[in-house]
């Protein structure tokens, strides 16, 4: 666990720019041992017609500098990682050994069965164990994204339906929720449907009555949902759906907050998508390799992507690939088996015992910080105490003192720390949406809720400071859209070296 004050402080580096700035004319970190065979001429037109602009730079200008900029990197292995909805967990290095066990690393997915016999047994057992976290029937383990993990839920549903001669156009998604579900239920073909919140920042329950007809083909939801609040008229809201035969697709982001309390399955849910990285603490983020599980009820499982694995009578495991309604394939292979080693050796690390510890302290935590920032950041739906993350609003501040959210999420990088998410969901103003994890002690969550509450107070005495912040980083406020737009991948050296 982490003990207090930020791992990393903030500050101007010895040496910015690129490795290009440290060249020097004649400076070289090896040299070419003397030829021992003939030498030969490269033919003309595969010559370079100037030479190629490499740094001049000694072994270690090379080592000082990519050491910096290891640590100008921030991540949850230096300090809190407050981004709500994200659940940018510590992740247990035991797994990363586990990983890394030549039985594992060292397979070849075209391997026979016989061969490959614990692999498929740790897949068995992940499987079983994900099933009972969740309350599904089975699972596949093949989605290499929960964002893949969506689109095959959605696929799932649309056959479904399809094999039961219905034509269901409309997918009903709350206002709340991730900007994903959308995506993925046009990607999948179906029509996005919004329901909005009350309040309270629950489903509007009235008015998803009023949408619910025989063209909706199901339901995606997120419980907590994505304003940190657990549904709780969640048992009327599926019963609901099931009434016109639509299906109840649970998006497992918040997944975290409820493991050993309640499950999916208990509430309802006919399918489930699990993001490994935010619950079972493989790696997060920087575009894969990932693991997104989808496990569905016992009505949905011949649709599932083949192959996945079964058990024969004396014990031996294969793939299954005799499957009729299969939806097929959604991985070239059968899933990232790395991350899924790491899940397994997260969840059994853990136990059932230890994955409920994980959800209650993920709550307690949530809750404290947010207790300790309410004086200037106060809840945007104070009516439902908040699960294991939590959305503020920066508007009454705003209204002061004429600061935004988007400056005090600058300003916690100059005292430290890792912004939280803000301006998501987009139903609060101002939203400041954080969510501290389970991992972190007392003393850091004071820690972070102390820059939170400093920023609040300069924001009244010096608001320039936070429009401008960061004011201690090698690189200041970004056009973060154009950044987005405009990215540029490649330096080029003003002039090339001699």
């Given at each position: 666990?982490?003990?207090g004050?930020?791992?990393?402080?903030?500050?101007?580096p010895?040496?910015t720019g690129?490795?290009?700035?440290?060249?020097?004319?004649?400076?070289?970190?090896?040299?070419?041992?003397?030829?021992?065979?003939?030498?030969?001429?490269?033919?003309?037109?595969?010559?370079?017609?100037?030479?190629?602009?490499?740094?001049?730079?000694?072994?270690?200008?090379?080592?000082?500098?990519?050491?910096?900029?290891?640590?100008?990197?921030?991540?949850?292995?230096?300090?809190?990682?407050?981004?709500?909805?994200?659940?940018?967990?510590?992740?247990?290095k035991?797994?990363?050994?586990?990983?890394?066990?030549?039985?594992?690393?060292?397979?070849?997915?075209?391997q026979?069965?016989?061969?490959?016999?614990?692999?498929?047994?740790?897949?068995?057992?992940?499987?079983?164990?994900?099933?009972?976290?969740?309350?599904?029937?089975?699972?596949?383990?093949?989605?290499?994204?929960?964002?893949?993990?969506?689109?095959?839920?959605?696929?799932?549903?649309?056959?479904?339906?399809?094999?039961?001669?219905?034509?269901?156009?409309?997918?009903?998604?709350?206002?709340?929720?991730?900007?994903?579900?959308?995506?993925?239920?046009?990607?999948?073909?179906?029509?996005?449907?919004?329901?909005?919140?009350?309040e309270?920042?629950?489903?509007?329950?009235?008015?998803?009555?009023?949408?619910?007809?025989?063209?909706?083909?199901?339901?995606?939801?997120?419980?907590?949902?994505?304003?940190?609040l657990?549904?709780?008229?969640?048992?009327?809201?599926?019963?609901?759906?099931?009434?016109v035969?639509?299906?109840?697709?649970?998006?497992?982001?918040?997944?975290?907050?409820?493991?050993?309390?309640?499950?999916?399955?208990?509430?309802?849910?006919?399918?489930?998508?699990?993001?490994?990285h935010?619950?079972?603490?493989?790696?997060?983020?920087?575009?894969?390799?990932?693991?997104?599980?989808?496990?569905?009820a016992?009505?949905l499982v011949?649709?599932?992507?083949?192959?996945?694995?079964?058990r024969?009578?004396?014990?031996?495991?294969?793939?299954?690939?005799?499957?009729?309604?299969?939806?097929?394939?959604?991985?070239?292979?059968n899933?990232?088996?790395?991350?899924?080693?790491?899940?397994y050796?997260?969840?059994?690390?853990?136990?059932?015992?230890?994955?409920?510890?994980?959800?209650?302290?993920?709550?307690?935590?949530?809750?404290?910080?947010?207790?300790?920032?309410?004086?200037?950041?106060?809840?945007?739906?104070?009516?439902?105490?908040?699960?294991?993350?939590?959305?503020?609003?920066?508007?009454?501040?705003?209204?002061?003192?004429?600061?935004?959210?988007?400056?005090?999420?600058?300003?916690?990088?100059?005292?430290g720390?890792h912004?939280?998410?803000?301006?998501?969901?987009?139903?609060?103003?101002?939203?400041?949406?954080?969510?501290?994890?389970?991992?972190?002690?007392?003393?850091?969550?004071?820690?972070?809720?102390?820059?939170?509450?400093?920023?609040?107070?300069?924001?009244?005495?010096?608001?320039?400071?936070?429009?401008?912040?960061?004011?201690?980083?090698?690189?200041?406020?970004?056009?973060?859209?154009?950044?987005?737009?405009?990215?540029?991948?490649?330096?080029?050296?003003?002039?090339?070296?001699?």
């Amino acid at each position: 666990m982490n003990g207090g004050a930020p791992i990393r402080t903030q500050g101007p580096p010895a040496s910015t720019g690129t490795i290009a700035d440290r060249s020097s004319p004649g400076r070289r970190a090896s040299a070419f041992a003397p030829l021992d065979v003939p030498e030969v001429t490269v033919p003309e037109p595969h010559r370079r017609v100037q030479a190629p602009e490499l740094p001049r730079v000694a072994e270690v200008d090379i080592v000082r500098h990519y050491t910096m900029l290891s640590q100008l990197n921030y991540g949850v292995d230096t300090g809190p990682y407050p981004l709500g909805s994200c659940t940018m967990k510590y992740n247990p290095k035991v797994a990363e050994t586990v990983a890394g066990f030549p039985g594992f690393q060292r397979v070849h997915p075209l391997q026979p069965d016989a061969t490959v016999q614990g692999t498929l047994e740790m897949l068995w057992r992940l499987e079983e164990a994900l099933c009972e976290i969740t309350g599904m029937s089975r699972a596949t383990l093949q989605p290499p994204a929960g964002a893949c993990g969506e689109m095959t839920g959605l696929l799932i549903m649309r056959a479904f339906h399809s094999d039961h001669g219905r034509q269901r156009p409309k997918v009903l998604i709350p206002d709340a929720a991730h900007g994903t579900n959308p995506a993925s239920v046009r990607l999948a073909g179906f029509e996005s449907v919004n329901v909005p919140s009350d309040e309270r920042g629950l489903v509007d329950v009235e008015a998803l009555r009023g949408l619910v007809d025989d063209e909706v083909a199901g339901l995606m939801l997120t419980n907590p949902n994505t304003l940190g609040l657990f549904e709780e008229r969640i048992e009327e809201i599926t019963a609901l759906l099931h009434s016109v035969g639509a299906l109840v697709y649970y998006d497992g982001a918040n997944l975290n907050a409820i493991m050993g309390k309640t499950r999916p399955g208990d509430m309802g849910f006919d399918i489930v998508h699990i993001n490994t990285h935010k619950t079972f603490a493989t790696p997060h983020g920087g575009g894969g390799p990932g693991a997104g599980p989808v496990g569905v009820a016992s009505h949905l499982v011949d649709y599932l992507p083949a192959p996945i694995v079964a058990r024969d009578d004396d014990g031996t495991f294969r793939w299954d690939r005799d499957r009729p309604r299969s939806i097929g394939r959604l991985h070239g292979f059968n899933g990232n088996i790395g991350v899924l080693v790491r899940a397994y050796a997260y969840v059994f690390a853990h136990g059932g015992d230890g994955l409920t510890e994980v959800s209650e302290l993920a709550a307690l935590n949530a809750n404290y910080l947010a207790a300790r920032l309410a004086v200037a950041f106060p809840l945007a739906y104070p009516q439902v105490p908040p699960m294991h993350e939590f959305v503020s609003t920066a508007e009454p501040l705003k209204k002061e003192t004429g600061v935004r959210a988007m400056d005090v999420a600058k300003r916690l990088i100059d005292l430290g720390y890792h912004p939280p998410t803000v301006y998501f969901p987009l139903v609060v103003d101002e939203a400041m949406m954080i969510e501290p994890t389970e991992t972190e002690s007392q003393q850091t969550l004071d820690g972070m809720a102390d820059a939170f509450l400093q920023a609040a107070e300069e924001a009244r005495t010096d608001p320039d400071l936070l429009h401008e912040a960061p004011v201690s980083t090698p690189v200041r406020r970004l056009d973060e859209a154009r950044a987005a737009r405009h990215l540029r991948l490649r330096w080029g050296l003003a002039e090339p070296p001699d």
